[in-house]
C-alpha cells in the first residue's frame, strides 16, 4: 500500500494524482451562469478602463538620416503641413510633434551619428509604440542606414524599415527590387518601398504595417483614420485572443477565469475607445458593461467547458485554451459590429451573433488549428 502511495505521487502516475486534483476541483464548479457573473462582479472595471486611456497616449515614431523625407511623410501621414520641409540635409531641428487626435505623430530630427542619438531622439524613441525607420532610396543603403537600424533594434520596440523616394528609380520595379536588397543586408523579414512625394504605399502598405507590428498603435492610428477600424480592430482582437489562449491553458480549474474575464473587458473598451466612444464618458462605459453582460450566458457554458478540458490528461490543457481564446475572439468580433453598426444591434440578436461566431470559428477546428488561426490572423 505505501508502495502504490509512493507510485502515484512520481512518474507517469502523477499525472494521475494532478488529473485527481483537476476533477475534485470541477466539482465545486456549480452548473450555472451564477459562478461567471459573480466574477464578472469582482472585475476591477476602474483599472481596466485607465489602461485603455492609457493606451490611447501610444506613439509612432518616424528616424533616419538627414533629408530621407521624414517631414515629407510626418506630413502625408498627418494630412497637413507641419513639419518644416527643405531639400537641406537636417532642416528639421528640434522634435516636430502634434497631436492627432490622442495619438501624437513624432517627427525627430535628422541624425547624423546613429551611435551617438540626441536627447532629442532619444525622447521621441522612448515615447515609441512602433519606429519607423526611413531610408533614402535614391541613396541606396548607407553605412550610417546600417548603424541607425543596429541602435533602435536594440530598444526591443517594434521597427518597420520602409525605403522612400522609389518614385525616383528607374523602371516600375525598382523600389521592389531595392526593397528586397536592403532587407537582405540587414537581415529582415521585409522593407516596404514607398514614397512619401506621391502616397505610394504609405496607405497601402505602411499604415498596415504600423498595425500588425503593434496592437497599441492599432489602437490609436484606428480610432483617427476610420479607414482602417476593422483591420485594428481584428488586430486588437487577435492579441486578446491569443493571451486568452495562453491563460486558458493554465491546468487548474478557475485560476483562470478572472484572468479571461479581465483580457475580455479591456478588449471591448479598446473596440469602443477605437471607434471614436469617449473614454470619459458614464455612456461609453455603460453601454460596454451592457454588452459584457449580454454575452454572459454564452461566456457561461464556454468557461464551464473549459474548466471541464483542463481535467482530461493529454492535451486538456490546450483544449481549454482553444476555447478561451476562440470565447474572446467571438467577443471581440461581436464587439466590433456592434459599435461599427452605431451600437443599435439588440440583445437577442448580439446573444445570437456571439453564438453563431462562436460555433462558426470553432466548427471542425481541433486546438492545434485554432491556435495557427488564431496566431496568423486567418479568423480576419
Known amino acids: 500500500m505505501q508502495g502504490d502511495a509512493k507510485n502515484t505521487s ?12 483537476g476533477i475534485s476541483a470541477l466539482k465545486f464548479i456549480p452548473a450555472n451562469m451564477g459562478m461567471v457573473q459573480n466574477f464578472m462582479k469582482a472585475v476591477n472595471w476602474k483599472q481596466a478602463h485607465e489602461e485603455v486611456l492609457r493606451g490611447l497616449n501610444n506613439t509612432v515614431v518616424i528616424v533616419g538620416q538627414p533629408n530621407t523625407g521624414k517631414s515629407t511623410l510626418f506630413n502625408k501621414l498627418k494630412g497637413e503641413v507641419l513639419s518644416p ?28 551619428s546613429p551611435a551617438e542619438l ?7 524613441l522612448q515615447q515609441a509604440s512602433v519606429i519607423v525607420l526611413l531610408i533614402d532610396g535614391s541613396k541606396e543603403l548607407q553605412a550610417k ?8 533594434s536594440k530598444l526591443e520596440k517594434p521597427v518597420i524599415i520602409a525605403v522612400n523616394k522609389v518614385d525616383v528609380l528607374k523602371g516600375k520595379q525598382g523600389g521592389d527590387r531595392l526593397a528586397s536588397e536592403i532587407a ?14 506621391t502616397g505610394l504605399n504609405v496607405v497601402e502598405e505602411l499604415i498596415p504595417g504600423v498595425i500588425e507590428a503593434s496592437p497599441e498603435a492599432a489602437l490609436v492610428i484606428g480610432r483617427e483614420l476610420p479607414y482602417f477600424r476593422r483591420q485594428a480592430a481584428r488586430r486588437i482582437i487577435r492579441n486578446a485572443a ?27 473598451l479598446r473596440i469602443a475607445a477605437l471607434y471614436g466612444e469617449s473614454m470619459n464618458s458614464a455612456e461609453t462605459m455603460k453601454h460596454a ?24 490528461p493529454f492535451g486538456g490543457d490546450i483544449v481549454a485554451g482553444a476555447i478561451a481564446g476562440a470565447a474572446t475572439w467571438s467577443i471581440g468580433e461581436v464587439a466590433l459590429e456592434y459599435y461599427e453598426g452605431g451600437k443599435q444591434i439588440n440583445i437577442p440578436h448580439l446573444r445570437q451573433l456571439f453564438n453563431d461566431v462562436y460555433r462558426s470559428f470553432r466548427k471542425e477546428r481541433n486546438a492545434d488549428e485554432l491556435r495557427r488561426r488564431i496566431s496568423s490572423g486567418a479568423g480576419s
Open 118 to 124: 540626441s536627447d532629442i531622439t532619444q525622447s521621441g
Open 184 to 197: 537582405a543586408m540587414l537581415d529582415v523579414p521585409g522593407v516596404i518601398p514607398i514614397s512619401a512625394k
Open 10 to 21: 512520481s512518474g507517469s502516475n502523477g499525472f494521475r494524482t494532478w488529473r485527481n486534483l
Open 242 to 268: 491569443l493571451l486568452s489562449l495562453a491563460a486558458g491553458i493554465e491546468p487548474i480549474p478557475l485560476v483562470d477565469i478572472p484572468i479571461l474575464l479581465g483580457l475580455q473587458v479591456r478588449l471591448v
Open 85 to 112: 520641409v527643405s531639400a537641406e540635409a537636417g532642416t528639421t531641428r528640434s522634435l516636430i510633434r502634434t497631436d492627432f487626435g490622442p495619438f501624437t505623430l513624432i517627427d525627430t530630427p535628422g541624425i547624423d
Open 289 to 312: 458593461r451592457e454588452l459584457m453582460a449580454t454575452m454572459v450566458g454564452g461566456l457561461g457554458m464556454r468557461y464551464l467547458a473549459e474548466q471541464a478540458a483542463k481535467a482530461v
Open 145 to 152: 542606414d546600417k548603424e541607425l537600424y543596429e541602435v533602435v
